[in-house]
């Protein structure tokens, strides 16, 4: 839909509920991201190849994250997640190089392989218990 838009700032309306594959990937210029409580459901690639993204506010209402969904954004330093997040699929932040800290909320059940991979985190905080995916 916004694949390679010039966008510096992206802040999706309240009442969006659904991002879907591929929605923002390569916006090479978008730095700043803000979703809403409203977004329940980031779909595969939608905002993988983000270069220059480095802020993103995640709503509490999100409980999908999709595969490679913000893979490759290499200037996000850190992920809070809300608490309603329960899946984050295999390679949602890989190679996010600038990426340290990771902040998962109470919900989470799966996170699929390689979710956080090939970075240097130095923080991981899970508030809940969760089971790995092993299919990956």
């Known amino acids: 839909a916004f694949s390679e838009a010039g966008c510096s700032s992206i802040t999706i309306p309240m009442g969006i509920t659904y991002i879907g594959y591929g929605a923002f990937c390569e916006c090479h210029s978008l730095t700043a991201l803000v979703l809403p409580d ?6 595969a690639y939608a905002f993988s190849r983000c270069s220059a993204l480095s802020s993103v506010k995640f709503g509490k209402g999100i409980t999908y994250i999709g595969s490679n969904a913000f893979d490759y954004c290499g200037k996000l330093k850190e992920i809070v997640l809300g608490d309603a997040v329960e899946i984050i699929e295999s390679s949602a932040f890989s190679y996010c190089n600038a990426l340290t800290t990771v902040t998962l909320g109470k919900q989470v059940k799966r996170i699929g392989g390689g979710a956080v991979g090939k970075m240097q985190i130095v923080s991981v905080k899970f508030l809940h218990a969760f089971q790995q995916d ?3």
Not at 38 to 43: A, F, G, L, M, Q
């Open 38 to 43: 409203s977004v329940e459901y980031i779909d």
């Open 134 to 136: 092993t299919d990956a």
